[in-house]
């Protein structure tokens, strides 16, 4: 990894940080260092949580370096919108509980790439939270018209891009954009225990990850597809070391000891 994106591993919980300073905006080069960390956290079986945050205490991410797409043509624009989605698809179909840690400031492209975690929790008072690309003259193009939309309903989502709205952290966990408010103190110490808490030997991580599987990949099914996808995922789980240590502790009065498998 460059310098662009670092990549670490402690106690079952990856971090993902973009460090690009002082905004930390993204290139089409920190999406590739980002896709080839998420594959790594991906193949790790000792991976159970990712985390996913910004460098310093300023920003998450303002998102696109404004200045680079300004120097490119049309179809690399277009590609490079193409390879976002994808690497943020990537990171919403890995098979692991997907955490954006909100330290600073999160607009534009870089509430995009929070959106597509499976949860997002912030500090108090950290900074402003918003999608304000229709001030450049365009929309989110990173996937904030479809993510934001399905997290936060139709015309709210609507409302808060076409106004620019700029939410504090407050105001974005009241509409459900944040799940959790952590203190400023020792801010990054409450993430870390959060995510771990989601990991063996206390949590039984496989499950973790097929549910936000089933959750993700049937969010667009119909009832009976979803329902389809859901029974072969608890299938795979029934089969599962985690699944019986689990069964065996609830039936023996005793406290599971998972281990992810």
Known sequence: MSNLVN????????????????????SYQMFREMDDAILQARFDD????????????KFFCAGADISMLDGVTPKFKYNFCLHANETLL???????????????????GGLEVALAADLRVAKAGAGKI????????????????????RLIGKSKAI?????????????AAAIGLINKVFA????????????????PPGKASKAVGLIKRAVQSGDDLSLESGLALERELQQQLFQSDDAKEGIGAFVGKREAVFTGR
């Open 90 to 108: 990537r990171l919403e179909h890995t098979s692991k509980l997907v955490i954006a840690a909100i330290g600073g400031h999160c607009v534009g």
């Open 130 to 149: 918003g999608l304000p690309e229709v001030k450049l003259g365009v929309l989110p193009g990173t996937g904030g018209t479809q993510r934001l939309t």
């Open 159 to 171: 409302e808060m891009m076409i106004e620019s709205a700029m939410l504090s952290v407050e105001e």
């Open 184 to 199: 400023p103190e020792d801010f990054q110490a409450q993430v870390r225990a959060y995510a771990r808490s989601f990991c």
């Open 7 to 26: 990549y670490s591993t402690s106690e079952g919980v990856a971090t993902i940080e973009l460090c690009n300073p002082p905004a930390n905006a993204y």
């Open 46 to 57: 000792d991976v159970h949580v990712i985390v996913l945050q910004g460098a310093g205490e």
